[in-house]
């Protein structure tokens, strides 16, 4: 049971049991205001003491009352959703209205970076900031997302619906109508509805929000954003098992125009070095299809339930090239906003001690259109990320010539492959083989390493 206060828990109880089936606000109100309460500050320091107090108690074995429970949300939510200071609001946009961005596919992620890069000190957007739409999302889910919005307190923080051409007609209709209701009277709120160009004709958010359209200035280049996401994804906690990563970033992308140019290997190697500086895990998420989205992801990811939070991990997808056009979103979701959700309300969220790796491969489709042509959302979104390029054994060599091996961004060849014997030994038989000499007398020494990386690719 829970103690409300001076002993008043037995009436609490009868009340309930007879009041079960009855509706009655007026009752319910009268009857707990009756009830005296503590008095309990719910001020950070005063919240963190409420709760050592009650844990210090003897009897911990019991509920803890309503008005303990409302101090520690109360510190919950003044840690972890608030902001230390307010977003910058572009001029172009107008607080109190739905301001409504249409964008080409590909600069619709560039352009919700945009608005948030302005304040670069502040924190990435959050998920309680960012919602992006998908062919089912619910009228509910918008409608918090309108809450959260009109809600927020002194409106600091920017809201941007993100993707709503996907939204169906039946859904966009009942979301706007709570919209309305929201709305009268309420002139601070600082809302973004972001659209692609693609269905523009077909997307009834776009003719609904017409008259709130904006002409957004031309974004910031490639590399401004890409430095604005590295300087978060960057860590300097040596807990973190992003300490094996080139600069200490919590995300990276493995990439190559080809199978079999050993991303599978640099992210192993990745895993066993980390195993000799902390205790980690490596979690292998692959994401193949033939549907992707947020519950086939969480579907995998459950399948890892992490209970250690102290424990460092590599949580590494191994996303295949068929399915590049459905994981922008969810990469944005989980890479950015640091947390996804699936249809049945499970959360998936990001965790300080955790690197995550992405392994993709671009493969190159002959004819006259790109692939970036043809992904231009996901491409435009993993351009932004931390990448490091796996290339064929002939680019590898013209870098060696070249005395281009020192750039980080580029694997070369793995030197504990170029040791192996199994590598050794083909190497040192066809050396001798390409000289003519005699390969009768000789005999492979395990353990002999002969000749060098460059050596070894140009043979």
Known sequence: GAKLCNGNIEQAQMWCLKS??????????SFFSSIPAPE??????SA????????????????MDILRTAAVLERLHNGFAGLPSTRSYPKILHPGEPNLLVVAPGEVLKTVLSLYMKDSDLSLPTSAEVCICTSTTTSEEVELFWHRAMKDPDFKNIYCLVHAERLSYQVCEAAFKEYDRLSQGNNGYRVVVICS???EERAHVVSKLHQYRREYPPLSNTIQISSYLKKHFVTQNRMCA??????MSTVRVV??????????LYVKRLAQRLRTQLQSQHLIVPIHGP??????VMASLGKHVIKQTSTAQIVHFDIAPSVLSDVDTLLFSLLILKSLTDSKGQIWHCLPLQYYVIEVTYIMIKCATSHRKLLPSTMSLLELLPTVNCKSPFEVLQRYRAKTTLDKAVVLMDEEIFRSARFQRVYQY?????????????????????????????L
């Open 20 to 29: 079960e089936n009855k509706d009655n606000d007026q009752q319910q109100s």
């Open 430 to 458: 066809l050396n001798r083989s390409s000289h003519f000499v005699n390969l009768a007398s000789f005999k492979y020494v395990l353990g002999s390493v002969e000749g060098n990386i460059p050596e070894v690719l140009a």
């Open 255 to 264: 990439a190559s125009d080809a199978s079999g140019m050993g991303k599978s």
């Open 48 to 63: 963190d003491a409420e709760w050592d107090e009650y844990w210090d108690e003897e009897s911990v074995d019991e509920y």
């Open 40 to 45: 309990i500050d719910l001020a950070e320091d």
């Open 291 to 296: 549907v992707v989205n947020a519950d086939t």
């Open 197 to 199: 160009l693609e269905d």
């Open 242 to 247: 992003a300490i094996v990563d080139p600069e």
